[in-house]
């Protein structure tokens, strides 16, 4: 059991000797070249200041790694992205915004982070301050810098700009579709301090400490500068707007061997401050960074801007709003259009309501200027009969007196009496309903006894009314809707117009024609005379109202009989009759049959 135990003692100590005298091989071989590992640094203030602030960490990393030699290249941010993506470098040292965006793309990872005197932690180093001048009482929250001018470093200063922009568009005010004017004044950030102070902006974002620096070095008096929107945070010996983020990570390139990338870790992590303060810490979690790209669809999250609705909202936000502008402005003007449609729909049915009722008014006038025309023959028309009663009762009376009057000549004259009273009222009765008010009535009925009619009531009213002849060309009982007192009153007026126009003609060649025919499936009426034969511009007038061609004639009847048969879907016309001389008024109307 002893001797076992002697044996693995003894074979432990040769295997830790051999492997000690395999690792110390290489360095023992004078002629072996270091190796040389590749840093590139974010130079955003140029490569001078790159070289002032990482300089040394080359050499400190060389002397504690042996066998290892290595450089440092300062690089603007695409040029360090693009060195990355062509595997040039090694390792890499750059802000916490880029690092993001390269471990998103190019596999990254951070092996140390940045620890500078002020800062609370590895995950708590860096934040944003916006300075204003301390006059401006006027600027004390966020959104107090809704349109002013706003100075920054660069759009992709992370202190001095991105942690800044996602606290403003936490309270609405979206830096980067204009909410705020942003002046961009380059590096060195103290440039951004300075246009606040010559008044070319209203305030800087800067990242935070610069105040306290700047004020430490002379080169500003800090009483002259406040903090907008200042947050308290314990422990952290600089003013801010903004909560802390991680600061600057030292990341190995992706393929790099891991057993380097293990030395380098322990190498920074073992190092002293430098002489400005500068350490190193474990590896800091960028979480908060991940969740700033993210709220500002930056970097890895720079598809959100087309693929989600607040991104397109975002970048379109102008565009929508002068949609959605435009789509109220359709809607209220067709709300608008629908408002006069009615009221102009009201008015006109008003407008039309009085326009029927000036027309029924005419109608009526009308009427009753024709009956005023042939009162005189009217007043004959009824002296007639009662001329005749009365010298039937006188006759009576004389015979009763003496005593010469027997039954059947009192029942002879009684009824003579009674067929002339007869006579009397049926005049009475065709001028009342000719010329009485009544509200206009449309019905179906034979348009034949309509034209009867109306012949009738001529004839009564004009004892010496030239023969009328009617020619009804249409199948029996053909019917119309419409309002026939109207068609009476048109035919009466083209009638009473034939038989005056042929008045100085000898009686033998007087004659009214009444035509009914169907032509194209609508009914056709059409009233002819012989009389004298006038000029082209004369027919073209005949229905403008007030032109007439005799003496004592309002001009209004034509006009009037024009709108009745219009207003029953017809048109009146006039032409010379063939052969001539003479005219023929004829007009056109639905019937009953083409109706259905």
Known sequence: MRFRLLFFTALSLLATLASWVASAAPAATPTAAPATVRIGVLAYRGPDEAVASWGELPDRLSAAIPGRRFVMQAYGGQELREAVRKGELDFVLANSSLYVDLAAQFGIQRI???MLPEALSSERAIGSAILTLASRDDLTRLTDLRGMRIAVGAPDAFGGYLVAAREFQRVGVDLEVGDARLLFTGFPMRLAVEAVRTGQADAAIVRTCLLEQLSATGLLKSEEFKVVAQRPIAGFPCAA??????????????GVDRHLAKSVAMALLSLPPSASGLAWDVPADYQSVNELYRELMLGPYIDLRTSTFRGVLRNYRLFILAALLLFIGIVVHAIRVEYLVKRRTIELRAAQAQARDL?????????????????GTLAHELNQPLTT??????GMERRCAAGKADSTLITETLREIFAQTERAAGVIRRVRNFAGKR????????????????????STLMPDLPPVVMDDRLPPRTLVEADHL?????????MKNAAEAMRELPRFRRTINVALYRVDGSLTIAVSDHGPQVTAKTLTRFFEPFFTTKFDG???GLAICKSIIEAHGGRLQVELRDP?????????????????
């Open 554 to 556: 309002l001009g209004l």
């Open 439 to 458: 509200a206009a009535a449309r019905e179906v009925r034979p348009i034949a006894d309509t034209v009867r009619e109306a012949i009738g009531l001529l």
């Open 112 to 114: 140390a982070t940045v």
């Open 486 to 494: 109207q068609l009476q009153q048109v035919l009466l007026n083209l």
């Open 580 to 596: 001539p001389p003479g005219l023929v008024f004829h007009f056109n109307l639905p019937d009953k049959r083409n109706a259905k």
């Open 359 to 375: 027309q029924w008014k005419t109608e009526h006038m009308a009427r009753l200027s024709v009956l005023g025309e042939m009162s």
């Open 241 to 254: 707007s903004t909560p802390l983020y991680p600061d600057w990570p030292f990341a190995a390139a992706r």
């Open 389 to 394: 009663i009365a010298a039937y009762a006188q």
